[in-house]
């Protein structure tokens, strides 16, 4: 018997909820494109980028930017979400958006740096600080993207520079998106006192489970790629991605 396919129509009766994913389903999914269906890792972390980098184009078109110019800045960690992130801001120079890349933990990981390195040939500039006075964010960027911690961070173990990093952007005043887990936030219980409070979400393969405490304006979805026996085997329920999205708002 034939296939379904992949995010395929269905009758009201016929639709499940939507899948919200515990850290071990998360990475359990990761591990399953990795060693059974042979992406790799560097693969993932570019489609990831692009979707992310999608989503905002959707919710921040360049003409509706209240500044002159598209600026904005994308913070990345020392681990995968810092890489996508870097993806991230990559595909919206390629956009013509104007991003700035504040990555103060450069990860030893040669595939990351191979991010590093392409955004540096494009000309995207990095800053070799953030600044203190919030002001200053708000004043030169339209928006901030959070790539700083994701899921295979412990946000009770949330040490420098990072700490301070996310003290500096509770308190600006523009828009923040953030990628996959706001940085923060506990995948399954979702966000703390420390923890941001994004304005837009884009969840990565699918939702996790802290999503489900998110009170943004805008959730997105970023896993039409997902190869239909993974949408099966984890029960994931995706929606519907129309025409040729590879993110869709939920």
């Known amino acids: 018997m034939d296939k379904p396919t992949l995010n395929s129509s269905h009758s009201k009766e016929e639709i499940q909820p939507l899948r919200y994913l515990s850290r071990p389903e998360a990475l359990a999914i990761e591990k399953e494109l990795v060693e059974e269906f042979r992406f790799g890792q560097q693969q993932l972390i570019e489609i990831w980028g692009h979707a992310c980098a999608m989503a905002v184009t959707k919710v921040f078109p360049r003409r509706s930017l209240p500044k002159k110019q598209p600026t904005l800045l994308v ?3 020392c681990e995968q979400n810092g890489a996508i992130g870097l993806a991230c801001a990559r595909h919206l120079r390629v956009f013509e958006y104007e991003p700035t890349v504040f990555y103060p933990k450069r990860s030893s990981n040669p595939l990351y740096r191979d991010f590093t390195t392409q955004c ?9 600080y953030l600044p203190t006075e919030v002001q200053l964010i708000s004043d030169a960027y339209n928006l901030v993207v959070d790539a700083v911690l994701g899921v295979e961070s412990n ?7 990072y ?6 952007l509770k308190q600006i005043h523009v828009p ?7 940085s ?3 995948v399954e219980t979702g966000g ?21 405490r998110f009170v943004g304006k805008h959730h997105f979805v970023a896993g039409r790629f997902l190869p239909y026996d993974v949408q099966k085997k984890f029960e994931l329920n995706l929606p519907d991605f129309p025409g040729t999205e590879c993110v869709v708002s939920l």
């Open 75 to 77: 913070v990345c960690g």
């Open 120 to 128: 540096e040939k494009m000309d995207i500039p990095f800053l070799s």
């Open 155 to 161: 946000p009770g173990e949330i040490l420098e520079p």
């Open 163 to 168: 700490s301070t990093i996310l003290a500096i």
């Open 176 to 182: 923040l998106v953030s990628l996959d887990v706001p």
């Open 184 to 186: 923060g936030w506990d």
């Open 192 to 212: 703390s006192s420390d923890g941001l409070s994004p304005d837009v979400l884009v969840s990565l393969s699918a939702p996790k489970q802290c999503a489900t």
